[in-house]
């Protein structure tokens, strides 16, 4: 199992030490582009045309509920090209 498929694994198991980097790269992959918070802002936006944005704070470990964001955004994505 490649690295890309265990951190899958992982999401799909809303893991409890997810790290913002490695949801960042899912994201990222996926097509998301991350905006950088202003003003000290711990939050970063990860925007995709057609999509909700999804914001998560860079804190460590991440909560559960941004794992689940991500996982449900991924799954709806996975969806959208199957119904295609």
Known sequence: MSSWDKLI????????DMRFDELGKILRAYGYTMSQPRR?????????AGCAPITIPRHEPIKRVYVEMVRDAIESEEKQHEDD
């Open 9 to 16: 694994a992982r999401l799909q198991k809303l893991s409890n």
């Open 40 to 48: 000290g802002s711990s939050h970063y936006t990860f925007r995709k």
